[in-house]
C-alpha cells in the first residue's frame, strides 16, 4: 500500500511539478491515529526546491491526489504535513482480499528472481545442543519464511561446527581415557570428555600439543582419526535431528566446515597470491588498511588452519554455486569482529561485486538470577528448556475449561505445539540484538504478549466462526456510520500485515511480526469482550464481525506460520 500511495505522489508531483524530481521522501504511520493512516513530507522536500511555503504546496498535492478512491480524505497539518485516511471501502476490499487469499495473505514477488543464502543454526559436532543455539536456530529459521514468503530463492544452510583443533583435543581423550566402543558414547558423555581434557591440560599443557597433533593427522586424512571423527558426527546428527524435528525447524543444505576443507590450499595460494596473506612467526596473517581491525591467522605455524580460512572457503563456493544476491549470518554478537574481518577480506579479495553480506548479530540469554536451571536444578541444555515447556503447558491445559473433552492424545499434541511455541515466541519478539531474559511466567503468559496468548485468541476466533456459516461472511455490507470504534481500530491495523511482512525481512527483526500481531490480537479481544458477534443486534453488524473475525484468525495464522508456530485446533 505504500508503494501505491507513494506512485500516486509521483504522479502528482509530475503534473504539478513539472521538472522536479524527489528521489526519497518519507511515508509513514503517523504515531497519533487521529493523523491518519499514513503521512508524507514530500511537500517539505519541493518547497525547498522551489523556494516557497511547505503549507501550500502540501495543500496543492492534497487537492491532486484526494480524488483517489481509496481515501476517503486528505489533509493537510501545518506546517506541511499530508495526512491520508484510508475509505471504508478500501477496508472492506483488504478484509476480502483476507478472505480469500486465506494463508497466501500478505505474499509477494518482490523477491523474485533474487537468491537469499541463510546461514543459520551451526551447532559444533560432539557438544550438546545449548540453549545459546535456540537464537540462531529460530531467528534463521523466521528470516527464511520471511524471504520466501516474498518470493526469493532461499537457501538455509547449517554450517556445522566439525572441523578444527577442537577435534584433535577430543580424539586424544578418547584415546587416552575412554572406556567404551565409539558408537556408544552420547553427546553428553563427549562432552564430559572434552572438558576432561581441559582440567588436564591445565596441570599438563604437553596435552594441548598431542590434541594439535591428531587434528593434523585429521587434516592429513589419517584414517583412525578420520574414523573416529565420522562417528563423532554421526552421533552429533542424530541428536540434532531430533531437537530440529522438535522445533520444527529444516534446512536446504547441512555441510559442515569439513566439507571446505579440500578447498583450503587453493585459497591459502590465492591470499598469499594476491599478497593479502603474509608470514608471521611461522604463521600466515591477514593485515587490514589503515589497521581497520585487527590482523587474523588464516594458517598456523604448525600448517593446520583456522576456522577464517573455512569461512572464506565457504563463501567461495557459495559464490560459485548459487551466484546469490545477500547472504545472511544469523551468529552471536561475540563474533561481531569475526565477520567484519571476513566481509572485508572478501572485499579485498574482489571476489564480488553483486552480493551483500549481513551478520545478524544476536544477543545471550539470562535469567533473571542469572543462572538457568530446571525444576530439577541441574545444568540446562536446549532440549531440556523444550521438555519443561511442553510439561508446562500440559498443566495450564489441564486447568482449563476449555479442555475438556479433549482425549489424551490431544492434550499431548496441543502441549507439544503450546510449549514450543511459547519458547520460540519468546525469544522472536524481541530484537535479535537484545540479550533474552528468560522468564517462564512471561514465556507461558496467557495475557500477555506471548505466544500462547496469541494461540489463545486463535482458537477463540475459531470457535466463533465454527458456530457460523461460511454464506453469511462472504457478502456482507455494512456503512460506516455503523461501525465501532474498537472495530475500525482493527480495521487500521490489519491491512499493514504486507508491509510488516517486507519490513521485517529488510530489518533482519522477526520481532515486528511479533508487536503488529500482538496489538492486533490485543485490539480484537477488546473488541470480542465488549460486542456479541453471533448475536449481533442485526445480520448485517452480524456477518461483518464474522468476517472481521475470520481476517484475524487468518492474520495470526499467518504471523505464526512465519515465525515457525504452530496454532491448535483447541486449547
Given at each position: 500500500?505504500?508503494?501505491?500511495?507513494?506512485?500516486?505522489?509521483?504522479?502528482?508531483?509530475?503534473?504539478?511539478?513539472p521538472?522536479?524530481?524527489?528521489?526519497?521522501?518519507?511515508?509513514?504511520?503517523?504515531?497519533?491515529?487521529?493523523?491518519?493512516?499514513?503521512?508524507?513530507?514530500?511537500?517539505?522536500?519541493?518547497?525547498?526546491?522551489?523556494?516557497?511555503?511547505p503549507?501550500?504546496?502540501?495543500?496543492?498535492?492534497?487537492?491532486?491526489?484526494?480524488?483517489?478512491?481509496?481515501?476517503?480524505?486528505?489533509?493537510?497539518?501545518?506546517?506541511g504535513?499530508?495526512?491520508?485516511?484510508?475509505?471504508?471501502?478500501?477496508?472492506?476490499?483488504?478484509?476480502?482480499?483476507?478472505?480469500?487469499?486465506?494463508?497466501?495473505?500478505?505474499?509477494?514477488?518482490i523477491?523474485?528472481?533474487?537468491t537469499v543464502?541463510?546461514?543459520?543454526?551451526?551447532p559444533?559436532?560432539?557438544?550438546?545442543f545449548?540453549?545459546?543455539?535456540?537464537?540462531?536456530?529460530i531467528i534463521?529459521?523466521?528470516?527464511?519464511?520471511?524471504?520466501?514468503?516474498l518470493?526469493y530463492?532461499?537457501i538455509?544452510?547449517?554450517?556445522?561446527?566439525?572441523?578444527?583443533?577442537?577435534?584433535?583435543?577430543?580424539?586424544?581423550?578418547?584415546?587416552k581415557?575412554?572406556?567404551k566402543?565409539?558408537?556408544?558414547?552420547s553427546?553428553?558423555?563427549?562432552?564430559?570428555?572434552?572438558?576432561?581434557f581441559?582440567?588436564?591440560?591445565?596441570?599438563?599443557?604437553?596435552?594441548?600439543?598431542?590434541?594439535?597433533?591428531?587434528?593434523?593427522?585429521?587434516?592429513?586424512?589419517?584414517?583412525?582419526?578420520?574414523?573416529?571423527?565420522k562417528?563423532?558426527?554421526?552421533?552429533s546428527?542424530?541428536?540434532?535431528e531430533?531437537?530440529?524435528?522438535?522445533?520444527?525447524?529444516?534446512f536446504?543444505?547441512v555441510?559442515?566446515?569439513?566439507?571446505?576443507?579440500?578447498?583450503?590450499?587453493?585459497?591459502?595460494?590465492?591470499?598469499k597470491k594476491?599478497?593479502?596473506?603474509?608470514?608471521?612467526?611461522?604463521?600466515l596473517?591477514?593485515?587490514?588498511?589503515?589497521n581497520e581491525?585487527?590482523?587474523?591467522?588464516?594458517?598456523?605455524s604448525?600448517?593446520?588452519?583456522?576456522?577464517?580460512?573455512?569461512?572464506?572457503?565457504?563463501?567461495?563456493?557459495?559464490?560459485?554455486?548459487?551466484n546469490?544476491?545477500l547472504?545472511?549470518?544469523?551468529?552471536?554478537?561475540?563474533?561481531?569482529?569475526h565477520?567484519?574481518?571476513?566481509?572485508?577480506?572478501?572485499?579485498?579479495?574482489?571476489?564480488t561485486?553483486?552480493?551483500?553480506?549481513?551478520?545478524?548479530?544476536?544477543?545471550?540469554?539470562?535469567?533473571?538470577?542469572?543462572?538457568f536451571?530446571?525444576?530439577?536444578?541441574?545444568?540446562?541444555?536446549?532440549?531440556?528448556?523444550?521438555n519443561?515447556?511442553?510439561?508446562?503447558?500440559?498443566e495450564?491445559?489441564?486447568?482449563?475449561e476449555?479442555?475438556?473433552?479433549?482425549?489424551?492424545?490431544?492434550?499431548?499434541?496441543?502441549?507439544?505445539i503450546?510449549?514450543?511455541?511459547?519458547v520460540?515466541?519468546?525469544?522472536?519478539?524481541?530484537?535479535?540484538?537484545?540479550?533474552?531474559?528468560?522468564?517462564?511466567?512471561?514465556v507461558l503468559?496467557l495475557?500477555?504478549?506471548?505466544?500462547?496468548?496469541?494461540?489463545?485468541?486463535?482458537?477463540r476466533?475459531?470457535?466463533?466462526?465454527r458456530?457460523?456459516?461460511k454464506?453469511?461472511?462472504e457478502?456482507?455490507?455494512?456503512?460506516?456510520?455503523?461501525?465501532k470504534?474498537?472495530?475500525?481500530?482493527?480495521?487500521?491495523?490489519?491491512?499493514k500485515?504486507?508491509?510488516?511482512v517486507?519490513?521485517a525481512?529488510e530489518k533482519?527483526?522477526p520481532?515486528?511480526?511479533?508487536?503488529?500481531?500482538?496489538?492486533?490480537?490485543?485490539n480484537?479481544?477488546?473488541f470480542?469482550?465488549?460486542?456479541?458477534?453471533?448475536?449481533?443486534?442485526?445480520?448485517e453488524?452480524?456477518?461483518?464481525?464474522?468476517?472481521?473475525t475470520?481476517a484475524?484468525a487468518q492474520?495470526i495464522?499467518?504471523?505464526?506460520?512465519?515465525?515457525?508456530?504452530e496454532?491448535p485446533?483447541?486449547?
Open positions: 500500500m505504500k508503494e501505491k500511495i507513494k506512485k500516486t505522489l509521483e504522479d502528482s508531483v509530475k503534473t504539478l511539478f521538472g522536479i524530481k524527489i528521489q526519497k521522501f518519507q511515508i509513514e504511520h503517523p504515531e497519533r491515529k487521529e493523523l491518519g493512516d499514513y503521512s508524507t513530507n514530500l511537500a517539505f522536500l519541493i518547497a525547498k526546491e522551489l523556494k516557497e511555503k503549507i501550500e504546496i502540501a495543500n496543492r498535492i492534497a487537492t491532486s491526489v484526494k480524488k483517489e478512491k481509496i481515501f476517503e480524505r486528505v489533509e493537510v497539518k501545518e506546517p504535513f499530508i495526512n491520508f485516511f484510508f475509505s471504508l471501502d478500501f477496508f472492506f476490499k483488504e478484509l476480502k482480499k483476507i478472505f480469500k487469499k486465506k494463508e497466501n495473505y500478505g505474499k509477494s514477488k523477491g523474485k528472481g533474487k543464502i541463510i546461514d543459520y543454526s551451526s559444533n559436532i560432539a557438544k550438546p545449548g540453549i545459546g543455539h535456540l537464537r540462531s536456530t534463521g529459521q523466521a528470516l527464511y519464511n520471511l524471504y520466501k514468503f518470493g530463492k532461499v538455509g544452510d547449517n554450517h556445522l561446527g566439525d572441523w578444527g583443533t577442537q577435534f584433535g583435543k577430543l580424539i586424544f581423550a578418547i584415546k581415557w575412554g572406556k566402543k565409539i558408537d556408544d558414547y553427546v553428553n558423555e563427549l562432552e564430559e570428555l572434552y572438558v576432561k581441559h582440567k588436564e591440560a591445565e596441570k599438563n599443557p604437553q596435552l594441548e600439543e598431542e590434541g594439535r597433533k591428531w587434528f593434523k593427522k585429521l587434516e592429513e586424512g589419517e584414517r583412525e582419526a578420520r574414523k573416529i571423527w562417528t563423532l558426527v554421526k552421533i546428527l542424530k541428536e540434532f531430533r531437537i530440529y524435528n522438535l522445533l520444527g525447524v529444516k536446504d543444505v555441510l559442515g566446515e569439513s566439507f571446505y576443507e579440500p578447498m583450503l590450499k587453493e585459497i591459502i595460494e590465492e591470499l594476491k599478497k593479502i596473506a603474509k608470514e608471521s612467526q611461522g604463521a596473517i591477514i593485515e587490514f588498511p589503515n581491525f585487527p590482523p587474523v591467522i588464516v594458517q598456523k604448525d600448517g593446520t588452519t583456522t576456522y577464517f580460512t573455512r569461512d572464506l572457503a565457504t563463501i567461495k563456493y557459495r559464490l560459485k554455486r548459487w546469490p544476491d547472504i545472511i549470518y544469523e551468529v552471536g554478537v561475540d563474533q561481531k569482529l565477520f567484519q574481518q571476513l566481509f572485508k577480506t572478501v572485499e579485498i579479495l574482489r571476489w561485486k553483486k552480493t551483500k553480506f549481513v551478520h545478524v548479530a544476536h544477543g545471550l540469554y539470562r535469567t533473571k538470577t542469572g543462572k536451571s530446571t525444576r530439577k536444578g541441574e545444568t540446562v541444555h536446549l532440549e531440556d528448556v523444550l519443561e515447556a511442553i510439561e508446562r503447558a500440559r495450564i491445559i489441564e486447568k482449563s476449555t479442555s475438556r473433552g479433549l482425549t489424551e492424545k490431544e492434550k499431548e499434541k496441543i502441549s507439544k503450546v510449549g514450543i511455541g511459547a520460540k515466541y519468546n525469544d522472536l519478539s524481541q530484537h535479535p540484538s537484545k540479550d533474552i531474559v528468560f522468564d517462564w511466567g512471561k503468559n495475557k500477555g504478549n506471548s505466544a500462547p496468548y496469541l494461540q489463545y485468541t486463535f482458537v476466533c475459531q470457535s466463533v466462526l458456530k457460523a456459516k454464506s453469511q461472511i457478502n456482507c455490507k455494512l456503512r460506516i456510520e455503523k461501525l470504534k474498537e472495530e475500525i481500530e482493527i480495521l487500521r491495523e490489519i491491512y500485515f504486507p508491509e510488516i517486507q519490513d525481512a533482519f527483526s520481532n515486528l511480526i511479533c508487536n503488529f500481531v500482538f496489538e492486533l490480537a490485543r480484537y479481544n477488546f470480542y469482550d465488549i460486542y456479541p458477534i453471533l448475536k449481533a443486534e442485526d445480520k453488524i452480524k456477518n461483518f464481525r464474522l468476517l472481521l475470520k484475524v492474520i495464522q499467518n504471523s505464526l506460520f512465519l515465525l515457525g508456530i496454532v485446533k483447541r486449547m
